[in-house]
T-cell receptor, first 113, second 115 residues
């Protein structure tokens, strides 16, 4: 089945700086790569996703890049703000049924004021 | 349009008791997924169901755990004879029928504590 590795497990950046979180996946058949944000005690919520037919997608301060050959994808957050502090999970299709997702272990992003 | 509804939000059980967690998917969604989240851990897939069918239960422990999604009513994750290691947050997610974007919509989770 699919295996998703995520790094780093904790990331601390100064407010206003950029943050980058990286993930690798194992199943070359995976074709959908979402990123979820989870605030403490809350539900995971989708913030951006990318499909395997594109290499990059941007939504305001958030962007995701995908390298299918190397089987890795990354989340980029620019001009970080205090409300960006949360745990971020990457995921890939596979390992959970035809439409299920396999998640990375998460990155705890801390925005220092 | 109400989101994915889970209850109870918090459940405390003693070792050996049974835990039942319920999940009502979003309106129009026919696919339900259960994930378990341990403290400081990611979301581990447990089971994927459609109405009256278990599609993939490869993430379910072989014993004590079962799930169903009946024709009428919510999906239920049942844990028999709970042990301390079952303490975790259990998240349910739903998605529309095939052909959707792939996004899963999560509920707020049920937090099980086993004493």
């Amino acid at each position: 089945g699919e295996n998703v590795e995520q790094h780093p497990s904790t990331l601390s950046v100064q407010e206003g700086d950029s943050a980058v979180i990286k993930c690798t996946y194992s199943d070359s058949a995976s074709n959908y790569f979402p990123w979820y944000k989870q605030e403490l005690g809350k539900r995971p919520q989708l913030i951006i996703d990318i499909r395997s037919n594109v290499g990059e997608k941007k939504d305001q301060r958030i962007a995701v890049t995908l390298n299918k050959t190397a089987k890795h994808f990354s989340l980029h957050i620019t001009e970080t703000q205090p409300e960006d502090s949360a745990v971020y999970f990457c995921a890939a299709t596979g390992g959970g049924g035809a439409d299920g997702l396999t998640f990375g272990k998460g990155t705890h992003l801390i925005i220092q004021p | 349009n109400a989101g994915v509804m889970q209850n109870p939000r918090h459940l405390v059980r003693r070792r050996g008791q049974e835990a039942r967690l319920r999940c009502s998917p979003m309106k129009g969604h026919s696919h339900v997924y259960w994930y378990r989240q341990l403290p400081e851990e990611g979301l581990k897939f447990m089971v994927y169901l459609q109405k009256e069918n278990i599609i993939d239960e490869s993430g379910m422990p072989k014993e004590r755990f079962s799930a169903e999604f009946p024709k009428e009513g919510p999906s239920i994750l049942r844990i028999q004879q709970v042990v301390r290691g079952d303490s975790a947050a259990y998240f349910c997610a739903s998605s529309p029928p095939r052909g959707n974007t792939g996004e899963l919509f999560f509920g707020e989770g049920s937090r099980l504590t086993v004493l």
